[in-house]
């Protein structure tokens, strides 16, 4: 059965975190997920996040749905919203971190400094690790880093955002994954991690948890 839990709080003033969850509209079971970040300090860091966010999640359920299963498919996309993002005179910069999940399977692609770690009973991997922090999403010349990952389940999906590992630290990060099963619990434990290191959070807090157990619902 799968589990989606989130947590999104600001640091110092706005939070300029963004992200949306959604089903496929011709495929129930193939989930499509964006998160980004705002760039700090620039105008039109919120409105880049919102958009970034709004029109790669449309631009995909527009899509066939078995096209999705396709790194290449989810660079394109993310292509064509740093070309529309560059067209907006009211949008700044962003990461932006897109992709879909069908049963075992999980193919996106992603630019910035947001992250997206896997976790299965057999590996654990970061699967946005070569991904090119700039140019940016909006300044019409970002590189899409297209990633695939098999997913056994039972399987944990984490979405995130700079002030979640910065400041949590992966070690921690990958440790409250693996054995804190609970997504709710798990959240609250890589928070607690995040403000221990500071005292309280330097930066916008965005971490999404996508779990599945494996057992019928």
Same mark, same amino acid.
């Given at each position: 059965m799968l589990n989606i839990v989130s947590d999104t709080r600001p640091g110092y003033g706005e939070n300029e975190d963004v992200f949306m969850v959604q089903w496929h509209p011709k495929a129930p079971d193939l989930l499509l997920v964006a998160i980004a970040d705002g760039q700090g300090g620039q105008p039109g860091a919120k409105v880049a996040a919102q958009q970034a966010c709004r029109l790669? $999640?449309? /631009?995909? *359920? #527009?899509?066939?749905?078995?096209? !999705?299963?396709?790194?290449?498919?989810?660079?394109?996309?993310?292509?064509?919203?740093?070309?529309? $993002?560059? /067209?907006? *005179? #009211?949008?700044?910069?962003?990461? !932006?971190?897109?992709?879909a999940v069908k049963r075992n399977k999980l193919f996106g692609a992603a630019c910035g400094d947001s992250a997206l770690?896997?976790?299965?009973?057999?590996d654990v991997q970061v699967l946005t690790k070569g991904q090119m922090k700039n140019p940016p999403v909006?300044?019409?010349?970002?590189?899409?880093?297209?990633?695939?990952f098999p997913l056994a389940p039972p399987w944990t999906i984490l979405a995130m955002t700079d002030g979640v590992w910065k400041f949590a630290g992966w070690d921690q990060i990958r440790e409250k994954a693996i054995e804190v099963r609970d997504p709710e619990a798990m959240i609250e434990s890589i928070r607690g991690a995040a403000i221990r290191s500071t005292g309280s959070l330097q930066d916008d807090f965005t971490l999404l948890v996508i779990c599945e157990d494996g057992k019928k619902k």
């Open positions: 790669i $999640l449309q /631009a995909a *359920a #527009d899509s066939r749905p078995w096209s !999705l299963l396709w790194t290449q498919k989810w660079e394109r996309l993310l292509g064509r919203i740093d070309r529309a $993002l560059r /067209a907006n *005179a #009211d949008a700044g910069f962003t990461t !932006l971190i897109a992709f770690m896997a976790v299965t009973a057999r909006g300044s019409g010349r970002a590189a899409a880093f297209g990633f695939k």
